[in-house]
């Protein structure tokens, strides 16, 4: 802050990211979990991610993943979605969803915070 203060600008250091898209629907019976499994075994496919410690790839390390392609899903289903992402290594995760998981996600948040309250 004292240096932002100093010279009036504050460098930030913004990881890289990894774009993992979903496509067509999610079919009965696939779990959260599937998709879970699903992001390093594409990874795997496409040799970005390598199962031997020596030598290891993995393009997770350290870096951003944006998940795109699964917009139905709950707000729960994205936090549990994105916490996984530690176990890739990565720094962290965001996941674009509709307005509507979002709005019932916050309407039954304020719903309980008055019941709460009473």
């Known amino acids: 802050?004292?240096?932002?203060?100093?010279t009036g600008i504050m460098p930030l250091d913004m990881p890289e990211s990894v774009l993992?898209?979903?496509s067509g629907t999610m079919q009965p019976g696939i779990t959260l979990r599937d998709?879970?499994?699903a992001i390093p075994y594409y990874?795997?496919?496409?040799?970005?991610?390598?199962?031997?410690k020596k030598g290891k790839k993995n393009v997770f390390n350290g870096r951003i993943l944006e998940i795109e392609g699964l917009p139905d899903l709950t707000c729960e289903q994205a936090f549990e979605l994105s916490d996984a992402s530690a176990e890739r290594s990565a720094a962290g995760c965001t996941i674009k969803l509709d307005?509507?998981?979002?709005i019932e996600y916050l309407t039954s948040?304020?719903?309980?915070?008055?019941?709460m309250i009473a």
């Open 109 to 115: 948040n304020i719903t309980m915070l008055k019941w």
């Open 20 to 22: 993992v898209r979903f």
């Open 1 to 6: 802050v004292a240096f932002a203060a100093a």
């Open 43 to 52: 990874a795997i496919q496409e040799g970005h991610l390598t199962v031997e």
């Open 35 to 37: 998709l879970v499994h």
């Open 99 to 102: 307005k509507e998981p979002i």
